[in-house]
């Protein structure tokens, strides 16, 4: 007798009261002895009606694991109960249930002949989620009910079709992608490739070909991952059927069959009979057209052959299954010419059939375990740049790939060492492989459906502003450089180029570690830091190092603390949640430093010392900042047609000035100027003098007010002068001053262009104080989509 | 964050009618959810308390489920086992709408019948209906309605004579309605003790062709009275045979716990006669033999399941002191906390 049942009986003695009390299920038969056993019916009630002879066994593990339910041909007679229950076996009873098994060839119905939807799935629950008796019972009812309408519950877990075949196709695994999944081709041949190296043997589906209901040919072949780009069979070597196919199908490297569709899925595939009855006609005989399809294998009686079949499934989404033909050695080859169908029908009958293990993995599949904390759709349009790819860097960019990010960027001037091993993501087959191109190979084979490009050997001092901007530009990069020289000057150039940066370091030996984020003109950048860290803010949380850790250096020569895989995983993952969870709002968060630590550290204040928490702080620019003070707008772009007006208007004005508004939205300290007004009907244009229609430029004003809901607004000002000289006369100077001062014009700096008879610009931000200041103008292609 | 009530008795699909037949006791208490375009309606027809059969508190479990109050309580008699637990309920929820016999009562059951006249006066006279028989259909949300009793023409001298006398008159005049839904129309016929002579007298003939129905609720618990006035007496037949149903639901405590022996033997039986209109045993489902509630689902085609439902009977039973030490032995599982109650210990 096990211990359990020994201290519980009261556990069983109730659930022998609820079996006895449940008008869903007659009890015939009980034992209690070893363990609990009861054989009965289930009652369906309703349109659909019938019984269903069940017997239900408790498990040793009662009730952490819960009751099996299998299905029988006949309740279990009493004898069979007391036999099932007294044996200290629980094999004994299962064999007792297995034979008077009864399989109804429906999902979730294991081949022993129980059922498999008695899961228990409340992930909030700290307890052992147990399903009571009466939830059991109802779930069955509704399963045998199933079998009567078609109608499931809908659950999450998936069970093949073919999983009840009588015989399988032992060692043979296909793997189909998004190709298979195209709704107009109806039938046709199918293509798989086995790729070396990868899939461990399983062939891959490169795609399918043939007609769509108006019997048009069409194709669809896989693109969407990098295991498509791996195929050496190509898309034209299938349609055109070439030598390499032939080759290819000789070495046994890639396998080609026919496939057809139905119109919903079979409700019992189980072997070659009843396969046969998908394609029968209304005298049950087996369709000439489906044959004939078959022709060329059986009249030359091929060793095998391969067949598919795609459905709506239950929940009404395509599903594929696979079968192998294998001729027993009865159908020999049939000389060419004419066949008649009955010697088709006989060749075919020389033949077994055995089902093929599949799996889907499709772009939306493969993601399916991410959803609610990744989503893909958004993260699969965005591309990050990881500069350092070391223990935290590698971790970082293979955390992101898994999340299913679209495109990785990948910088390390490193190789691989066997001495990062210990602590990097890379293994011994990496060894001197440059870092980026290591972590790219690494992330093809993570996750096909994202891409990398790796830069080796590329120090990033020697990245130049226009090679930032092309690579990086104004979207997300993340540093574990954890090199203040460096990052230095990655700050420089993306405070240049309004890139958002995240830098992660360790410290102490990975028992603690610095977070934090820099959006251009919203956060402090690196160089705000020093001056926080300086005047001893309250909000930098200085974390000391430890000296009681050993130094080593790490390729450049520098000195760093050793630390292990396992703190250094876990900064990882922080930053990885931390900046996942920021690219997935559309603003980010107010906090903007983290700092993590795992012990209490010496000589932090009191709130930042406790262990294992993220401490959040939120600092702003720093007003001494080299990089962030004065002006706020710290760099401006303009759209190509923008300049173009100017020039054309100007141009045409000559040699009499002529001018307008200029409108425009801000975005990290970047002023975007996305309009030009013309000067207006009542505007002045003289030789010296320029006014502009006031009423006519504020209509302008306001349309691009009121049709971006109050983003594009009023910036500033461009004229033309008659001269070569592009330098804001007295004048100038005077009105832009008065505008950055006077309240209604909302702005406390103003932008302005001049545009010079040389098609020069000169560009200033003029200040409340009257004082200016010129600023390159960065021109950007076409013109604004309004899209911001 | 769900409960149990919400948890089985709100259909997953917006055009499924349920109708659950709640475990009282000895009493009557019908919960439809009525699929409707401007979101579900939900109806309670009778309601009980019977702590002593462990029957449900409809309070509780009515708070539970509905978070927009009940749209419609229905009383088919003004009789307490159909009544009792109308004021808690009322308390614990907003109820919009009565429907009722109109018929008043006497003696022991006048009580219970001023929380019902409290409740329409709550209502409001414009959201108050008195049931009559028609032959014209009736719709609520998507579903129709036929009332087939009380007869329009009974109603004025039903209050002469002894109390007992009235209240075996409001038997002869109750509310019996019947709901039906579904392309291929399935039907529930709503019976409350509507007895043998209503049946003979008013009911059968004049409304022969409203009566086949799929699932019918058992008249008064499982009552003689629907056939017969003594054990002895012929029974009544024609009303059982015109209905033809292909279930029966039986709302009463197992016979040895209710105080009128129902449901009696001599209409079990009855009911069981598949020659005279009865029943196959296992569509025969009798609320209290296990303590349970009976779902009946008709979906938009009219194809309709019917189970039964242990769950709502165990979590909203009254909790009553004389009971507690009588209660089944408590679940031994491992992971349950402890929960402590007083426990005199020592003394000299």
């Known amino acids: ?788 | 964050m769900t409960n149990k009530a919400k948890e089985i008795l709100v259909p997953e699909n917006d055009k499924t009618l349920r109708i659950a037949f709640l475990y009282v006791g000895q009493g009557d208490a019908t919960l439809l959810s009525i699929p409707s375009s401007q979101g579900r309606k939900w109806m309670l027809i009778d309601c009980n308390v019977d702590k002593k059969a462990e029957g449900i508190d409809l309070a509780l479990l009515l708070k539970d489920l509905l978070d927009d109050g009940l749209d419609i309580f229905v009383n088919t008699h003004p009789h307490k086992d159909h009544l009792c637990g109308i004021e808690q309920i009322s308390e614990a929820l907003d109820i919009r709408e009565v429907w009722h016999s109109g018929f008043e009562p006497k003696g022991e059951h006048l009580g219970t019948y001023e929380k019902l006249t409290d409740l329409i006066e709550k209502v409001g006279e414009s959201n108050t209906t008195i049931l009559r028989g028609t032959r014209s259909e009736n719709q609520i949300g998507d579903i129709t309605y036929d009332i087939l009793s009380p007869a329009e023409h009974v109603s004025n001298d039903i209050m002469s004579g002894t109390d007992d006398e009235v209240n075996k008159r409001i038997h002869e005049h109750c509310a019996v309605i019947r709901f039906k839904h579904g392309v291929n129309q399935k039907q529930v016929l709503i019976t409350g003790d509507a007895d043998w002579v209503a049946w003979r007298d008013h009911i059968t003939g004049y409304h022969k062709d409203r009566l086949p129905s799929t699932i019918l609720s058992a008249v008064h618990h499982g009552s003689r009275t629907f056939f017969m006035e003594k054990e002895d007496d012929e029974p009544y037949l024609d009303h059982l045979k015109t209905i033809k149903a292909e279930q029966l639901i039986i709302s009463a405590p197992r016979q040895s716990e209710s105080k009128h022996d129902h449901p009696h033997t001599v209409a079990m039986n009855l009911y069981k006669d598949q020659e005279n209109g009865g029943f196959a045993e296992s569509n025969i489902l009798h609320l209290g033999e296990n303590r349970e509630c009976v779902i009946v689902d008709i979906y938009e085609d009219g194809m309709y399941n019917i189970w039964t439902d242990t769950e709502l009977a165990k979590v909203y039973k009254f909790q009553h002191e004389e009971n507690i030490t009588s209660q089944p032995a408590t679940p031994a599982a491992p992971f349950k906390s402890t929960q402590l109650d007083r426990k005199p210990m020592g003394g000299e």
């Open chain 1, 1 to 788: 007798m096990s211990m359990w049942w020994d201290e519980h009986q009261a556990y069983y003695q109730e659930q022998r009261l609820f079996l006895s009390q449940n008008s869903n299920y007659k009890e015939k038969t009980w034992a209690l002895d070893q363990r609990l056993i009861s054989s009965g019916v289930i009652h369906v009630r309703g349109s659909h009606s019938g019984t269903f002879p069940i017997v239900i066994i408790y498990p040793d593990a009662t009730p952490y694991q819960g009751p099996q339910i299998f299905l029988l041909e006949e309740v279990l007679s009493q004898d069979e109960v007391n036999v099932a229950a007294s044996d200290p076996n629980t094999l004994t009873a299962i064999s007792i249930a297995v034979r008077k098994r009864k399989i109804y060839f429906t999902r979730h119905q294991n081949l022993l002949g129980s059922l498999c939807i008695l899961e228990t799935d409340d992930l909030h629950s700290e307890q052992p989620e147990i399903l009571s008796i009466d939830k059991v019972i109802k779930r069955v009812m509704d399963w045998c009910r199933g079998t009567l309408t078609n109608h499931f519950p809908l659950d999450t877990n998936e069970f093949e079709l073919i999983q009840h075949f009588h015989r399988h196709a032992l060692g043979l695994n296909f793997i189909i992608s998004d190709a298979f999944f195209e709704e107009q081709i109806i039938e046709g041949d199918f293509f798989f490739e086995k790729i070396p190296g990868i899939l461990n043997e399983s062939f891959y589906g490169a795609g399918i070909i043939g007609k769509t209901k108006s019997a048009v040919i069409k194709n669809s072949f896989g693109h969407t991952n990098s295991i498509d780009r791996r195929l050496t069979v190509q898309k034209d070597n299938w349609i055109k059927q070439d030598k390499t196919v032939t080759t290819a199908i000789a070495e046994q490297r890639v396998i080609q069959g026919k496939w057809w569709s139905l119109d919903s899925e079979p409700s019992e595939v189980v072997n070659k009979q009843t396969f046969f009855n998908l394609f029968r006609d209304e005298t049950s005989e087996l369709r000439e057209s489906w044959l004939r399809e078959l022709e060329k294998p059986l009249k030359d009686a091929d060793p095998f052959f391969y067949v598919g079949i795609r459905y709506p499934n239950r929940k009404n989404e395509l599903e594929w299954s696979f079968f192998k033909f294998i001729n027993l050695g009865i159908s020999a080859a049939i000389s060419a010419g004419a066949t008649d169908l009955e010697v088709l029908k006989q060749q075919i009958e020389g033949y077994e059939l055995e089902a093929i293990a599949l799996e889907t993995m499709t772009e939306a599949k493969f993601h399916v375990r991410n959803q609610g904390r990744v989503g893909h759709d958004r993260l699969k349009e965005l591309e990050v740049t990881f500069f350092g790819l070391g223990a935290l860097g590698s971790t970082l960019a293979l955390q992101f790939a898994k999340a299913g990010l679209g495109r990785l960027k990948l910088f390390d001037k490193d190789r691989i060492q066997t001495h990062n091993l210990i602590r990097h993501q890379a293994s011994l087959k990496h060894v001197h492989q440059s870092k980026p191109e290591a972590i790219a190979e690494m992330i093809e084979n993570q996750n096909p459906f994202v891409s990398s490009i790796g830069y080796p050997q590329h120090s990033t001092y020697t990245l130049k502003p226009e090679e930032w901007r092309t690579i990086v530009g104004d979207q997300i990069a993340i540093s574990s450089i954890a090199d203040d020289n460096t990052e230095g000057y990655m700050n420089e150039l993306a405070m240049l180029e309004n890139t958002t940066m995240y830098y992660v370091r360790a410290l102490r030996g990975g028992k603690a570690a610095r977070i934090f984020r820099v959006i251009p003109g919203v956060d402090a950048c690196k160089e705000c830091l020093t001056h926080y860290f300086s005047e001893n803010h309250p909000d930098f949380i200085d974390v000391p190092e430890d000296p009681n850790l050993p130094i080593i250096t790490n390729e450049c020569n520098n000195p760093i603390r050793p630390a292990s895989a396992a703190d250094l995983e876990l900064i990882s993952s922080l930053t990885s949640r931390l900046v996942l969870d920021e690219l997935q709002q559309t603003t980010p968060q107010e906090s903007n430093h983290w700092v993590w630590t795992t012990e209490q550290v010496e000589g932090l204040p009191y709130e930042a010392s406790t262990p294992f928490q993220l401490h959040q702080r939120s600092l702003k620019p720093h007003p001494n900042c080299r990089l962030c003070s004065g002006t706020k707008i710290r760099g401006i772009r303009i759209y190509k047609e923008v300049t173009d007006f100017i020039f054309s208007r100007s141009l045409t004005s000559s040699p009499k000035e002529t001018g307008g508004v200029l409108v425009g939205y801000m975005k990290h300290g970047v002023m975007y100027i996305v309009g030009a007004s013309d000067a207006g009907p009542e505007s002045t244009k003289k030789l010296t003098l320029f006014v502009r229609d006031t009423e006519y430029c504020q209509d302008y004003l306001n349309r691009y007010y009121e049709k971006t809901k109050g983003l594009v607004r009023y910036i500033g000002e461009w004229h033309s002068h008659p001269t070569q000289s592009v330098k804001p006369s007295q004048t100038d100077i005077n009105s832009l001053k008065d505008i950055a001062n006077q309240h209604e014009y909302t702005v406390n700096e103003v932008v302005s262009i001049i545009v010079s008879k040389a098609k020069e610009l000169g560009v200033s931000i003029h200040q409340q104080d009257g004082s200016y200041k010129y600023i390159t103008l960065l021109e950007l292609s076409g013109a604004w989509k309004g899209s911001y």
